[in-house]
């Protein structure tokens, strides 16, 4: 258990399935050198597959006894997809436009689909899921290499490449598949909560970019903080399958609200809910009856006496409200450790960034070509 | 090709020719040994023997396909021979493969096959050598391992900044993206050999400092894969210069997803540079005093059951680790040792955070305290038989 845990609250009542989170993270960490199959975030539809496929059938995890559970390791045709492009160059000559593979599985492949029956009582909601910075992890447990740790000063949980030899238990026994084979390096890599964003006081890419502002990233025991406020003093947040033993610390505010059923008639059928509390249990256990009860609770509070701290954080107003970070904690953790503060984005990749058309690109091949001369 | 084919006639003659794990004879040679391969001249007047390699079954790692693929495995037979001249020593061996496999840089889920040649640091004692897994606390092992993956890029910090890009992301398109890629492709290393110390499982640390140096191949041909090694008879780890050495030898199947301890391996094996000092040869290879059938009432009656799974039709247990094979790989001192002093070599490889409520040790004072109880109260006959009947349990060969 690290010294303090840095978290994520995620309200699943606000996420419209944009995934901007998901392209925020991909250009920042993983489009490039293998990772391109890799979503450390990914918005998949619930009740769905999934990204891996059927993930939460792969194993891993602990059981009650606390002890190791062997997984699955998935494969990256058949469960993760693979990430197809396009003819680009051919386009030129005159070719229709094709993708580069025959795509057969790949991330939201039944995006939206949910279940039940159109119109009666179909349903369903998206789940952002990221690497849980599990308390307990199960990708650590399972390295026989100790090339994962977690950091004492926030809790994030990360692969030493130099240790790590690609033997991919770490992935079977992740029961969040949140782990990933790199298979141009042969090794594991995962989110690492851009811990060098967050070590500048930025959030991590998917909380800064979510448009629908559904993310909050603090301290668990910061206690103004508002991740406090919603998992600790309210217990509205909820970790998703805490079932697997792992100590999960993203946090979700479960879906509260769905609309009515329809009858045979397609009349409404009064008091029904679409959404099955059974799904509900599943994912977040027996305490997402307490955390609809508050958030009902607080609703009504608002309506009716305009006041609810519980509603005025989920409103989201200010993002420097959302993310505590508390710059000044990290410079300090440098500091005492002698160590200087990261970037918030990988030095190496940004060489570029400031090419315009018509630059000399000399470390590409030794300056002969000019970039965008066959623009 | 006449070269090679006439190695491959040579050992398949001897293969048949030698008695099973008897030590290593290493012929002197005055020929380089800086780059050697399994057609190098060298191998047409070496003395080849028979070692068996005896499936790693002491951990069960938490890979579920994995340990139901594996579940049956044998053990198999390979041919080694040793070559050395005043600065290098050489190895071939030669194991029997039904598939090639290589790890591929676009799958998750290919594994490579490989080999490993594994030395002591400290071999002047041959009743206490490093736990043949991987070393242990105290007793350094050196390994030099080699792996068959198509091509990998270790991540570096040497700035190749602008080709870490994925190529649709570069302003390049035609002749100029093709010379992109094919600069990428420089980039990447197509021969997976390294070096590692380790003092147990979980301590293996890659040498990179280059105060190690080895060079290794591999070629498969004929259901087979011939492997060889030539490394300095001396370095920072190891010091070779003696009248005989421990070594001990592993191989992995891609096919059966083998990596890390999802391995065959031998015990430790003597290679013989001069005949008469048998100190070694005897520890090694010696002759099994003890009765094993009463051995094995012994086991019985003393609860080695309660803990360990002794025999393959034995329910797996989580309390220490398991035995099935230990008669392949471990050594006769070893065992007497792991009896009358369970905390001189305590396997670090139980991860506890993995099975919390199985203490395989505990930690007292920053060391290792086996929950194994102490045996050396035992009659020294009676641990004997134990250790025959310990010596017996081990796969059958393939």
Redesign the interface.
């Known amino acids: 258990m690290s010294k303090r845990q840095l978290a994520m609250v995620m309200d699943l009542n606000k996420c419209i399935g944009c995934q901007t989170c998901t392209v925020a993270c991909k250009t920042q960490w993983t489009?490039?050198?293998?990772r391109?199959?890799m979503y450390w975030n990914n918005v998949e539809t619930y009740p769905g597959t999934g990204y891996p496929k059927n993930w939460m059938e792969l194993?891993?995890g602990f059981d009650a006894?606390?002890?190791?559970?062997?997984?699955?390791?998935?494969?990256?045709?058949a469960d993760?997809g693979v990430p197809w492009?396009y003819n680009?160059?051919a386009l030129?000559g005159g070719a229709s436009f094709e993708p580069n593979v025959e795509p057969t599985w790949g991330p939201n492949w039944d995006e939206d689909e949910g279940a039940g029956v159109f119109p009666q009582d179909n349903y369903f909601f998206y789940l952002p899921r990221i690497c849980n910075h599990c308390t307990?992890p199960g990708c650590?447990?399972?390295c026989?290499?100790?090339a994962i740790f977690k950091r004492e000063q926030d809790g994030v949980v990360l692969v030493d490449?130099?240790?790590c030899?690609?033997?991919?238990?770490c992935?079977?026994?992740c029961p969040y598949k949140k782990i990933?084979?790199n298979?141009?390096?042969?090794?594991s890599e995962k989110c690492i909560l851009c811990f060098p964003r967050i070590e500048q006081g930025l959030p991590p890419a998917c909380a800064q970019q979510c448009v629908g502002r559904i993310r909050f990233v603090g301290f668990l025991d910061d206690e103004e903080g508002q991740v406090h406020k919603l998992v600790n003093k309210y217990k509205v947040a909820i970790g998703l399958r805490t079932d697997y033993g792992t100590q999960p610390n993203v946090y979700y505010v479960p879906p509260t609200e769905s609309p009515a059923k329809f009858d045979a008639n397609g009349k409404i059928i009064e008091g029904s809910t679409r959404l099955p509390i059974e799904e509900l249990e599943k994912l977040f256990g027996p305490e997402v009856h307490g955390a609809i009860a508050t958030l009902k609770a607080e609703m009504k509070k608002r309506k009716e006496t305009g006041e609810s701290e519980l509603m005025d954080i989920l409103i989201a107003y200010q993002h420097s409200d959302m993310f505590r970070l508390d710059n000044n904690y990290y410079q300090q953790v440098a500091k005492e450790s002698g160590q200087h503060l990261l970037a918030p984005v990988d030095n190496?990749?940004?060489?570029?960034k400031h090419t315009k058309?018509g630059h000399v690109?000399k470390?590409?091949?030794g300056g002969d070509?000019k970039?965008?001369g066959?623009h | 090709m006449k070269k090679l084919t006439s190695t491959l006639v040579a050992l398949a003659t001897l293969a048949t020719a030698v008695a099973a794990d008897s030590a290593i004879d290493a012929r002197k040679v005055t020929t380089s040994l800086d780059k050697v391969s399994n057609t190098s001249s060298v191998w047409n007047g070496a003395k080849f023997s028979t070692v068996t390699l005896y499936p790693q079954t002491t951990i069960e790692f938490n890979d579920k396909k994995a340990n139901e693929i594996n579940a049956e495995n044998k053990a198999v037979k390979a041919q080694v021979a040793a070559v050395y001249n005043s600065a290098k020593i050489a190895f071939l061996i030669k194991w029997p493969d039904g598939t090639k496999n290589v790890q591929q840089g676009n799958r998750t889920d290919s594994y490579a096959d490989g080999f490993a040649v594994q030395f002591a640091s400290n071999y002047a004692n041959p009743a206490e050598l490093p736990y043949i897994g991987m070393g242990s606390e105290g007793r350094q092992a050196l390994i030099h391992l080699q792996k068959q993956v198509v091509k990998f890029y270790e991540p570096n910090g040497n700035g190749d900044v602008a080709t870490q890009v994925n190529p649709n992301q570069t302003e390049l398109f035609g002749k100029d993206l093709k010379v992109f890629n094919a600069k990428v492709d420089t980039l990447a290393s197509l021969d997976y050999e390294k070096s590692y110390v380790g003092e147990g499982f979980r301590s293996m640390t890659e040498i990179k400092d280059g105060s190690s140096n080895s060079q290794s191949t591999m070629t498969y041909g004929k259901n087979a894969w011939t492997g060889t090694l030539s490394r300095s008879l001396k370095d920072t780890y190891v010091d070779l210069n003696a009248a005989a050495i421990p070594v001990a030898f592993a191989v992995w199947d891609g096919e059966k997803m083998g990596r890390n301890g999802l391995k065959y391996l031998t015990a430790w094996t003597a290679v013989v540079f001069q005949k008469g000092d048998n100190t070694l040869v005897n520890a090694l290879h010696g002759k099994i005093e003890g009765d094993a059938t009463k051995g094995k009432e012994s086991a019985i009656a003393n609860g080695c059951t309660g803990c360990h799974q002794m025999e393959k039709t034995d329910a797996a247990s989580l309390m220490g680790p398991s035995l099935t094979n230990i008669g392949g790989y471990a050594t006769v001192d070893y065992l007497r040792e792991s009896l009358v002093k369970p905390s001189a070599v305590v396997v670090p490889g139980y991860n506890r955070n993995a099975h919390s409520n199985y203490a395989w040790y505990n930690i007292e004072n920053g060391k290792r305290v086996s929950t194994m109880p102490d045996h050396s109260w035992m009659e020294k006959a009676d641990i004997d038989n134990i250790i025959a009947y310990l010596k017996t349990l081990k796969a059958e060969v393939k």
């Not at chain 1, 190791?68 to 390791?73: A, H, K, S, Y």
């Not at chain 1, 030899?165 to 238990?169: I, K, L, P, S």
């Not at chain 1, 298979?183 to 090794?187: F, G, M, V, W």
């Not at chain 1, 190496?348 to 570029?352: D, L, S, W």
């Open positions: 489009n490039r050198n293998g391109e199959y194993g891993g006894a606390g002890d190791l559970q062997p997984g699955v390791i998935p494969n990256l045709e993760y492009d680009y160059d030129q307990n650590l447990s399972a026989p290499r100790d490449l130099d240790r030899q690609g033997y991919r238990y992935i079977a026994g990933y084979f298979p141009k390096i042969s090794k190496r990749y940004v060489t570029g058309a690109m470390f590409f091949h070509v970039a965008g066959h």
